[in-house]
């Protein structure tokens, strides 16, 4: 697929760039809805969402920059050409995790409410923007005969078929998001919605990253699987903490 979606003015727009914004917009809108919907002022998702977009985009390219360092400090100009891909996940939730504890601090806000709000939107974002990964031939597995394997164009080996990790992490995310909405009416505590995100996404995240062939890496180990496993213990262990303290 061309990766250049169409162009204005002789300047390319990119569908990574499109499903990117898109997702934003979605996202917002629906966070907006859910507030809305459990008498919680959506001007105070808007305001953090407007604090936490470019802090996201920023830590996941930092992140993601961080663990390519060999390449990026040769070639130090693609830092920040994030048009070719390149955004970590894990490093755009932990930005926005950072701007949503100071911002709920400020304004004496309950930081595990408004981050459940928020939880089926960022799976729902996570999900969308995936397909930029289909239209930049990046974020695949490795090679299968599988009937719904895709054909990529590898640097090495050519055109081969491989496996459409970024689909298959499209619809853990989509289930995810399902479930979540489903979930936020029955909660026993503030902070379940999110947690849950965290958790699920992880365990999805763990065996998908397995397949894949472009993994961030911190030596033998596969630093999205690593993330994965502490954020499963890390919300377990924070579930059952605000379940027995009803903490909102």
Known sequence: MDPIAFNIFGLPV??????????????LLLAMHLAKKNNYDAEKILDLVFYAT?????????????????YYSQYPKEIFAIWHGGLAI????IAAIIVAIIYTRKKGLSFWEIVDYMAPSLILGQAIGRWGNFFNQ????????LPWAITVNDPIKGMIKVHPTFFYEFLWNLAIFFFLLW?????????EVFLLYAILYSV??????GLRTDSLMFGEIRVAQLISVLTIIMGVV???YLRKNRTS
């Open 183 to 191: 979930y936020g009416k029955r909660k026993k505590a503030n902070g």
């Open 54 to 70: 470019p802090a996201a985009i920023i830590g996941a390219r930092l992140y993601y920059v961080i663990f390519k360092w060999e």
């Open 138 to 145: 990046e974020a695949y597995g490795g090679e299968t005969n």
């Open 204 to 209: 999805g995240r763990f065996f998908i990253e």
């Open 14 to 27: 990119r569908w990574y760039g499109l499903l990117m914004s898109s997702s934003i917009l979605i996202g």
């Open 90 to 93: 894990h490093g755009a939730v």
């Open 238 to 240: 924070i579930i059952n």
